[in-house]
């Protein structure tokens, strides 16, 4: 039997990995592939790169951490840079491997590569990387609510997570297929430098993803005081800080998931076990809204059809990408950044509502920005976020401006985070 595609894309794992399974069943043996497309990295609109160096490194760490997992497994990765259609169809002649094994993405680019794959080549898909399987909510995708209260009002009556998968011991793949992993500068990028004011050391790759996991829940039972934490902005624990490994897919959603039923029953259900799955339930939800709404969560106009606000100021866009607009609340978080590919829900609502509502900027320059710096980058959870507060995506509510001064004196009352950028 010819070998199968096993194409990785942010799924950066082996265990409860449909897609995986799923090859492994139907062939002898895989080649695993994960293909970097250069318009993804290469400018945006707004000239500057899609990918930075903190971005870069998050990503080469976990693609190296998925190919130990595969060697110990006899099988290696390897990483392309190109366009998905056709280095998959060389890699179908040279190999003679007619399928191709993919998790299904919905973000309008990932769908379009999917397309362009589809025509060429046999693909077989599995479900999105969400906590809720598509096929299990109550309502077709066509039909998901606007307001996310909405749609979790109807997932939680019909609640249904389903198992994790296995994590396969062997995946068996020809001899000649060896690991090539790309390095920052095949990224054009330069090794970033490391802030001691980080909130983390972030290492991508699934093993420092479980090893977090492992800290937050069960070394220091920070979870059962979750939501009383989780809008702060210093140190590495106000929040759990899981988002970079689960956007890059080196744990699953419903591995965390798991493990919040496993803590309830060791320590109790309270408030706060509960709103870690609620916040996952607002990542699945911009997953679904971005299956819904294909190229729309990433027009000026948005879901909502808008009229186009906002003007394109270089300027402006700038002192806001440094932090130097002077106003210290939205300057720290910007420093922070910049400085190391990280931001707090908090600052990211602030600085957002920052740059719509205060400089009157095109609210796609900063999504631009962030999906830039972010290492925890996630097409639908980014966009979907500023789409909702950039008014033109799923907010019931008009006009959604945090005043920046009002917010320091909540949440950082003695000043600490500003002084600790200024
Ligand atoms: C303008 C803006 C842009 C954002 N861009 C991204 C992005 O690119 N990638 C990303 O993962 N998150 C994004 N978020 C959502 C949120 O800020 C981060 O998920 C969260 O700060 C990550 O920290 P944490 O893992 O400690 O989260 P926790 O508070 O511990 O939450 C647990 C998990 O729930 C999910 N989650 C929490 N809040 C949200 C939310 N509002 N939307 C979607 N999922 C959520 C994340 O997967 C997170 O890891 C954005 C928010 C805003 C306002």
């Given at each position: 039997?010819?070998p199968?595609?096993l ?15 799923h090859?492994l ?14 318009r993804q990295?290469?400018?945006?609109p ?31 990765l390897?990483?392309?840079?190109g366009?998905p ?13 007619p ?54 009002h ?7 997570v389903r ?5 396969p ?40 993803a ?11 039972r920070?979870?059962?005081t ?23 897919g ?6 965390v998931?798991?493990?919040v ?13 509960y ?9 699945d ?39 130097r607009?002077?106003?210290p ?6 420093r ?10 908090r ?8 740059l ?11 999504a631009y920005w962030?999906e ?12 979907g ?38």
């Amino acid at each position: 039997m010819p070998p199968s595609i096993l194409w990785f894309r942010n799924d950066l794992r082996l265990a409860d990995h449909p897609a995986v399974t799923h090859a492994l069943a139907d062939s002898d043996a895989v080649l695993p592939v994960y293909i970097i497309d250069p318009r993804q990295i290469g400018p945006s609109p707004f000239g500057f790169g899609r990918l930075a160096p903190y971005r870069a490194q998050f990503l080469l760490e976990s693609l190296a951490d998925l190919d130990a997992q595969l060697r110990v497994r006899g099988s290696a990765l390897q990483v392309f840079i190109g366009e998905p259609a056709e280095v998959l169809q060389r890699i179908a002649q040279e190999w003679n491997a007619p399928v191709v094994y993919t998790t299904l993405h919905h973000a309008h680019e990932e769908q379009v590569q999917l397309r362009r794959v589809s025509e060429v080549l046999r693909v077989k898909t599995s479900e999105p990387p969400t906590l809720l399987h598509p096929d299990d909510l109550p309502f077709p995708i066509d039909k998901l609510p606007k307001v996310f209260t909405a749609f979790r009002h109807k997932v939680e009556a019909h609640w249904e997570v389903r198992d994790a998968l296995p994590e396969p011991t062997n995946v068996p793949t020809p001899q000649e297929w060896t690991s090539q992993l790309p390095t920052l500068a095949d990224l054009g990028c330069e090794a970033p430098s490391s802030d001691p004011r980080a909130v983390l050391p972030f290492q991508g790759g699934r093993a420092a993803a479980l090893e977090r996991l492992k800290h937050y829940f069960w070394d220091t039972r920070l979870l059962a005081t979750y939501k009383e934490t989780r809008n702060g902005m210093i140190g590495a624990d106000y929040s759990s800080k899981f988002s970079p490994w689960l956007a890059l897919g080196s744990m699953s959603a419903r591995e965390v998931y798991q493990q919040v039923k496993r803590f309830e029953q060791h320590f109790g259900a309270n408030e706060s076990t509960y709103w870690l799955v609620f916040e996952l339930l607002w990542r699945d939800f911009f997953q679904f809204v971005a299956a819904k709404h294909g190229a729309d969560l990433f027009k000026r106009a948005g879901i909502a059809g808008a009229p186009p606000k906002g003007n394109q100021d270089r300027r402006r866009f700038e002192a806001w990408c440094e932090g130097r607009t002077g106003q210290p609340f939205i300057d720290a978080h910007m420093r922070e950044l910049a400085a190391t590919g990280w931001m707090s829900n908090r600052g990211r609502q602030n600085v957002a509502s920052y740059l719509v509502n205060d400089l009157g900027l095109d609210w796609r320059m900063g999504a631009y920005w962030f999906e830039r710096m972010l290492i925890d980058y996630d097409p639908c959870s980014n966009w979907g976020n500023w789409q909702y507060l950039a008014g033109v995506g799923n907010d019931p509510r008009e006009g959604r401006r945090f005043d920046p001064v009002r917010q320091a004196g909540m949440y950082d009352p003695d000043e600490r985070f500003i002084r600790q950028w200024s």
